[in-house]
C-alpha cells in the first residue's frame, strides 16, 4: 500500500492509502485486518483516513469494509438529520439541498452519547463542489479566544428542538424517534439526558444540556465538540429567519441554542466562532469508491454545496 498526506505533511491532517498493486477488496480486506493495530494509530495521529483507488462495487462492500475495520453500528434514534437507509447499518448522508453548505460540526454532539468514528463512502461523486469539508478539533479549540472558551466552560451549551405537528417543519419527531408513541418518545429522550416538554398544537420541546468540549479517551486531547453556531438561529438567512418566526414565534424555531443556563449566547461570539471554523475548513474533491474513515472527536465535518448528482453513503460507528 501507498501512504501520502491527504492536505499536507502536517502530523494531525488525514493521510491518504492507495493499492501499490493489487486494488481489489479482498486485498484491502486482507490489509486491514493484518494491519488493525496500525491503523488504529494512524488514526489517532491523523484524524482521519482515506481509502482510495480500490475497487469496492458499492454499499455492501462499504459496509464490510467498515466491520473489517472493528465498526459497530450506533444507532440514529434521536438524530437530527434526515437519512435515508440503503441497507443495514448504511445510510445516506445528510439530505440537505444541493445549494446549502453544512457547516463544520461533530457528528451527534448535540447529545450526551455520539458515535466514535464516522465512515463515508463516495458512490457519486457531485458534478462539482460537494467536498466532504474536514478540520482538526484541536486546531479549533486553540484558535478560539479565551473569552468564548470560558464562556463555553462555565455554562455549558443547551440545544432545544421544537417539533411541529401542524406545520411541515424540519424532521418529525416521529421519524427522529422512529415511534408513534409519545410515551415512547419520552422515555427514549429522557435516556439520552433530554427533557420534553409538549406545547399547545402538539409541539413537541426537547432540551438537551450538553459541554462544549470534550477530551478524547485515548490521546487526552480536549476539542472543540458542539453544534451552537450550526443550531443557533442567525445561522439561519435573516429574510428567512424573520419569514420563520412569523410563523411559529421567536424561540420556536426546529432549532434553537443557547446557554446552559437559559441565557442568550452573544452574537460577536457566534461570529467568531463561525469565522475561526471557516479558516480551518480542509476541503478535497471526492473520487468514486473513495472510503474515509475519520474519528468523531478528533475530526470535525462538514458538506460543501455541489452541482449534479451526489450520493455520498454513511454508516456511523459505536466503536
Known amino acids: 500500500m501507498k501512504m501520502d498526506s491527504l492536505f499536507s505533511t502536517s502530523d494531525h491532517y488525514p493521510i491518504v492509502i492507495r493499492p501499490g498493486g493489487d486494488a481489489s477488496i479482498s486485498a484491502l480486506h486482507e490489509y486491514l485486518v493484518s494491519q488493525e493495530a496500525d491503523i488504529r494509530a494512524l488514526l489517532l495521529k491523523h484524524g482521519g483516513i482515506l481509502f482510495r483507488g480500490f ?23 434521536g438524530g437530527d438529520s434526515p437519512r435515508n437507509r440503503v441497507i443495514a447499518d448504511v445510510f445516506t448522508s445528510t439530505e440537505y439541498p444541493a445549494t446549502e453548505v453544512i457547516t463544520l ?60 405537528s401542524n406545520i411541515p417543519f424540519g424532521k418529525s419527531w416521529q421519524a427522529t424517534y422512529q415511534t408513534e408513541d ?22 413537541l420541546r426537547v432540551t438537551t444540556k450538553c459541554d462544549a468540549f470534550k477530551v478524547h479517551p485515548a490521546t487526552e486531547d480536549e476539542v472543540w465538540f458542539n453544534q451552537a453556531e450550526q443550531w ?25 441554542c443557547e446557554y446552559g443556563d437559559g441565557d442568550s449566547m452573544e452574537e460577536e461570539h457566534l461570529v467568531e466562532i463561525r469565522r475561526v471554523l471557516n479558516s480551518h475548513k480542509l476541503l478535497f474533491d471526492w473520487q468514486k469508491d473513495d472510503f474515509l474513515m475519520i474519528d468523531n ?23
Not at 147 to 161: D, L, S, T
Not at 232 to 256: A, C, D, W, Y
Open 55 to 77: 475497487n469496492f462495487g458499492g454499499a455492501e462492500n462499504f459496509r464490510l469494509t467498515a466491520e473489517k475495520l472493528g465498526a459497530k453500528p450506533f444507532s440514529y434514534v
Open 105 to 164: 460540526h461533530n457528528e451527534m454532539s448535540y447529545l450526551p452519547e455520539w458515535p466514535s468514528r464516522l465512515f463515508f463512502f463516495s458512490l457519486i461523486p457531485a458534478l462539482s463542489g460537494g467536498q466532504t469539508s474536514l478540520a482538526n478539533s484541536g486546531d479549533v479549540m486553540n484558535a478560539m479566544s479565551p473569552e468564548i472558551i470560558g464562556k463555553f466552560r462555565e455554562k455549558r451549551i443547551n440545544y432545544v428542538r421544537n417539533f411541529h
Open 182 to 203: 409519545r410515551g415512547r418518545v419520552e422515555e427514549i429522550a429522557n435516556g439520552q439526558g433530554s427533557t420534553c416538554s409538549w406545547m399547545p398544537n402538539g409541539v
Open 232 to 256: 443557533h438561529s442567525t445561522s439561519i438567512n435573516p429574510m428567512l429567519r424573520g419569514m420563520f418566526e412569523q410563523m411559529v414565534g421567536k424561540g420556536n424555531l426546529p432549532h434553537e
Open 297 to 319: 472527536i478528533l475530526m470535525m465535518h462538514g458538506r460543501e454545496s455541489f452541482k449534479g448528482e451526489r450520493k455520498t453513503l454513511a454508516y456511523l460507528s459505536a466503536t
